[in-house]
């Protein structure tokens, strides 16, 4: 993979290509968004709980009541937090997956799940 695969993947499209054509073209850029979309959905969930355990147990070192009862507080937001975001993007994911039409199945299937080989996705057009 060179710079001139990844200056390919942003070339500019031709107008007169609609509907499954435009999703084709613009798999790189789906399946970018479908990583951005996962690590969004796996990773912030599980950084909110990370960050309430550790303040949890700085606050049982501290051995201060009041401490530990606002670590604990603060982790339970946490913890809801995480669920709230893991199931938002997930939600909107399944809407965007039911409201597209068949032009549009590319596009979807690969910013909702860039890691299935059955979809076809990828970043740089294999070979």
Not at 24 to 42: A, C, E, R, S
Not at 82 to 98: A, E, R, W
């Amino acid at each position: 993979m060179n710079i001139f695969d990844m200056i390919n993947v942003l070339a500019p499209l031709d107008p007169s290509q609609t509907g499954n054509d435009f999703c084709t073209n613009l798999i790189p850029v789906w399946t970018i968004l479908g990583y951005v979309i996962f690590g969004i959905k796996v990773v912030v969930p599980i950084l909110l709980i990370i960050s309430g355990m550790i303040d949890l147990a700085q606050a049982v070192m501290k051995q201060k009541e009041d401490d530990i009862k606002k670590a604990q507080s603060l982790l339970v937001k946490k913890l809801i937090a995480g669920v709230l975001v893991f199931l938002v993007v997930t939600i909107v994911s399944i809407v965007v997956g039911l409201v597209s039409s068949d032009d549009w199945e590319n596009c979807t299937k690969c910013a909702i799940s860039p890691f299935k080989s059955e979809n076809g996705c990828y970043v740089v057009k294999p070979q």
